[in-house]
């Protein structure tokens, strides 16, 4: 996996027959947040969301729970698809909060200053990871929050976890860098050690970045 390219072909192929959102499997209920996402927007209003690589919609719906408007955007159908079924047994009003898009991110453009946070879970494309957050950062409303979370370089040092991740690792600080520091604020800039219990059972240590940072409203 350390060769994959991370096209289309290769998600739709990875979510095909209901294929899980690489969070540890499946197994968590469909409103059970990533923990770093339900820490880090604790202290934050719901607003408008963008997810940005959203998978099989596991934080998009934990947003909708929360309040939040979201626009969840992935490029797999075969994510989306399966997303909106869990979406629909959810029902209103959670299901009606999430609007499901097929996108690519190394090209979509969101609207600039669209959302009050722009969140991006694990998402490793085929393109520079500095555009992809870039344009992400770009989507954010003054005042508003991007959220990242990735795979930590420290993850590769034995951790099987990791292994397949070659290539996409990335620490917050190197996210943080992105960001011009007249404009944002960065809040948490973190490398956070965490387990996961995956599919079948086994418990796992993931090696995570994380990165929070306020858009300025620059009065
Ligand atoms: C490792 S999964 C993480 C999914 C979800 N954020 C989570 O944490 O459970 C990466 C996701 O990014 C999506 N993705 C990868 N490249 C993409 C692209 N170019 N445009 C949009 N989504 C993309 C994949 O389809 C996949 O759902």
């Known amino acids: ?46 607003g408008s969301a963008l997810d940005a690589g959203c998978g099989t919609g596991t934080d998009a719906l934990w947003l909708a729970g929360q309040g939040w408007q979201v626009t969840a955007v992935d490029i797999a159908e075969n994510a989306l698809e399966t997303a909106r079924a869990r979406a629909q047994e959810l029902g209103a009003p959670v299901a009606g909060r999430v609007h499901w898009q097929c996108e690519d991110l190394t090209t979509w453009q969101p609207p600039a200053g669209g959302y009050a946070l722009v969140y991006s879970h694990y998402v490793h494309t085929d393109a520079p990871y500095a555009d992809l957050y ?14 990242v979370v990735g795979h930590h370089p420290d993850g590769l040092h034995g951790d099987a ?36 219990t995956v599919g079948d059972g086994r418990e796992i240590t ?5 990165l929070r940072a306020r858009r300025n409203t620059g009065r």
């Open 161 to 196: 976890a990791h292994a397949g991740h070659h290539g996409t690792q990335l620490t917050a600080q190197q996210v943080a860098d992105l960001l011009d520091a007249g404009e944002w604020t960065v809040e948490t800039a973190d490398a956070r050690v965490r387990t996961a």
């Open 206 to 210: 993931l090696h995570d970045a994380v």
């Open 1 to 46: 996996m350390s060769d994959a390219t991370y096209d289309r072909n290769y998600w739709e192929e990875r979510y095909s027959g209901h294929g899980s959102d690489h969070r540890g499997g499946h197994g968590h209920g469909a409103l059970e947040a990533n923990p770093h996402l339900a820490s880090e927007t604790a202290p934050l209003e719901p």
């Open 134 to 147: 870039r344009r992400l950062a770009a989507a954010v409303a003054p005042g508003g929050t991007l959220l």
